[in-house]
């Protein structure tokens, strides 16, 4: 009778720390404060009046897919799914190269918007401000973590 689970593969990287470690070991250490950024992104754009449907309807989309993908990722990284896969690294940095560019396009995007809204209502420019400063910092996490794990 064959086992219900595929083998472990050899493949997987032996220098990935298991459980909280791993939070605080770099390239890894880049998921938490890219959650927690990436879920301000969002929450700040639906706290204010859309007025461009299109410009921040993108920067919803990318930010709350972003924010779920990492969020598997990091559960992945935490229950050690990484294991069984061959290929991680390279999936796991290719994700985070093309987030930080799709990012990047989003935060310009919202900076757009927030140019937009500066003489309509000061309240949603002041919102829309912030969810272009998180968003930046978001690209810039997204980025780094893209060049640690390919460096590493």
Request: net charge negative.
């Amino acid at each position: 009778m064959a086992s219900p689970d595929p083998p472990v593969t050899s493949y997987a990287p032996s220098d990935v720390p298991s459980g909280i470690a791993l939070l605080v070991t770099i390239p890894f250490a880049f998921f938490l404060p890219e959650l927690i950024f990436g879920f301000l992104v969002w929450t700040l754009v639906a706290a204010t009046h859309v007025v461009f449907p299109l410009l921040q309807g993108w920067v919803m989309y990318v930010s709350l897919t972003s924010f779920l993908i990492s969020l598997m990722f990091l559960l992945s990284y935490l229950f050690g799914f990484y294991k069984r896969f061959e290929s991680w690294r390279v999936l796991d940095s290719l994700y985070h190269g093309t987030t930080g560019i799709l990012y990047m396009s989003a935060a310009v995007l919202q900076v757009h918007a927030t140019i937009v809204s500066e003489g309509v209502d000061s309240r949603n420019y002041y919102i829309n401000t912030a969810a272009s400063f998180f968003a930046f910092i978001t690209t810039l996490l997204y980025i780094l973590h893209a060049f640690s794990i390919y460096y590493h």
